[in-house]
């Protein structure tokens, strides 16, 4: 695949390695100190639980959507008499305030990237913390300097404006360009019928097996007699799930730790947001077979 121009740059910004790995060391201290809360707050954050999707895209249009109004009013508001001045500071300090909410979950998010992605990241992450610079000078004008200087305060949420759109551009990019926090399993294909995965012997009580069941990568395990199996491969970034540890009937991913109930596919703990494919499973004849629970058409 070729590069697009925004990888090419990305590519040679060596710089922004430390100061994503800084980033994620500082937000992975800010959860332990939490203790056990700050790992359900983690969760939350990711959208792993309840949402069952990636909280941050659903929280970043508040912020965008609030500074867009906010330029509109502004300017309406500059060259006509039809509203007052007093609107897009407000619709500004309410994007300034939501954008709390972006941040959070943009940095929870940035924790388990790496290379690539990660500089990808922390670009994105630069642009609209600028933004957020700009915006709150911009604010600080309005409500404390004299009315004088209110272009230059037009100037300055304008110009932040323009650095949020850019900055969206890149986190676009992150997800639909290179694929961050997407459904690793969106386009999984499997057996709409019972197909041969191995024998009963093949399974021990509690062990992860690898298996292919008509040419999808599945996981398999016995628990308590009874077999259960998965998509192997993890919807969070595509970790080899038989190769992570299981603990009764939950398997954690070896990449970054997602868990997932066995026996029904759901999240039990993030940074995956999206459930594994479920296959139902049986034994005939010391032959195990299994299918696909809810196969994509
Ligand atoms: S690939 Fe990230 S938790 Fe599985």
Redesign the pocket.
Known sequence: MADSWLDRVVRGQEWLDPVGRGLQVSVRRGFSLLGSPGGALRDLLHGSRGLGHPLHPAVTDLPLGAWAAGAVLDYVAHFTSTVGTRAGDVALAVGLLVSLAAVATGLTDSE?TFGHELRVNVLHGLNMGLAEVLMAASLGLRWWAPLSWHPLALGLSTAGLAVAMAGMYVGGHLTFGIGTMVNRTAFVSGPTEFAPVGVAADFPEGALRRVEAAGMDVVVARCQGRLHALGGV?S????PLAQGALDGTVVT?P????QFDLRTGEVRRG??TFPQPRLTVRERDGVVEAHLDHPIP
Do not use: F, Q
Not at 236 to 239: F, I, L, M, T, V
Not at 255 to 258: K, N, T
């Open positions: 388990d993890c969070h970034a595509g970790g991913c990449w970054h730790g997602s940074p995956a």
